[in-house]
C-alpha cells in the first residue's frame, strides 16, 4: 500500500484528486490490482455451459454434450504450476520492463488468453467489460489511497488481518476489515 500510495502521491502531486488521464501513469497501481484479482477473484466460480455436440475428454474425465461445468478461477489465480509462490502478494509478477530506444517502459501481463488468471472469464466468452472493470477499480483505489492516510486501528498488527472470504458465487470477507482514514489532502 505504501509504495501504491508513494507512487500515485508523486504522480498527482498537490493536484487534489486523481484524473482517469493519470491512471497510465500509476504503474505499480495497475500491478496492484491484477495481484489482487489474481488472489481475490470477485467471481471465483464460472459456470459455463459445455456447447459441444460431442463428448469430450478433459483429464481423463468424460464430459457428455449440454453439461454444465464449473471453473474454479480461485484454484486457477493460486495454481502453483502456474504462479510462484501462489500465496504471496507480490504485484512485481506483472510489471514486464522492456527497454525500446533507450526508454524503459513497463507493459503487463495479464495471463487471461492463457487462462491462468480469469477474474473476467477468458477466450471468446470473456466479459466484454474488463478494460472497463480494470479502470473503474483503478481510478477509485488511486483516489482512496491519494486522498487519506491508511492505518489498522491502535493494538492491530498487519499479521492479524483476517483475509478468509466466505463460500459462494462471490467473493465476500468472513470478518470487516476495519482501518482508520486520515485525510491527506
Known amino acids: 500500500m505504501r509504495k501504491a500510495q508513494a507512487e500515485i502521491r508523486e504522480v498527482i502531486g498537490k493536484k487534489g484528486i486523481v484524473e482517469e488521464s493519470d491512471v497510465k501513469k500509476l504503474t505499480y497501481l495497475k500491478a496492484v490490482v491484477l495481484e489482487v484479482l489474481r488472489m481475490y477473484p470477485p467471481a471465483p466460480l464460472l459456470f459455463r455451459k ?10 481423463g474425465y468424460k464430459i457428455r454434450p449440454g453439461t454444465t461445468v464449473i471453473i474454479n478461477g480461485w484454484a486457477i489465480g493460486r495454481d502453483p ?3 510462484k509462490n501462489p500465496n ?6 506483472f510489471m514486464i520492463s522492456s527497454t525500446t530506444n533507450d526508454d524503459s517502459m513497463v507493459t503487463f501481463d495479464i ?10 472469464g477468458g477466450g471468446r466468452r470473456g466479459c466484454p467489460g474488463m478494460e472497463m472493470g480494470l479502470k473503474s477499480i483503478e481510478l477509485a483505489l488511486a483516489n482512496l489511497l491519494y486522498a487519506f492516510h491508511w492505518a489498522l486501528p491502535h493494538g492491530m498488527r498487519v499479521e492479524d488481518i483476517d483475509t478468509n472470504s466466505t463460500p459462494g458465487l462471490t467473493m465476500h470477507k468472513k470478518n470487516a476489515l476495519v482501518l482508520m482514514a486520515t485525510s491527506y489532502i
Do not use: N, S
Request: hydrophobic letters at 35%; a negative charge.
Open 111 to 120: 495471463k487471461a488468453d492463457q487462462f491462468e488468471m480469469i477474474p473476467f
Open 50 to 59: 459445455q456447447i459441444t455436440q460431442e463428448e469430450c475428454l478433459i483429464e
Open 88 to 93: 504471496e502478494f507480490k504485484p512485481e509478477r
Open 81 to 83: 504450476e502456474t504462479w
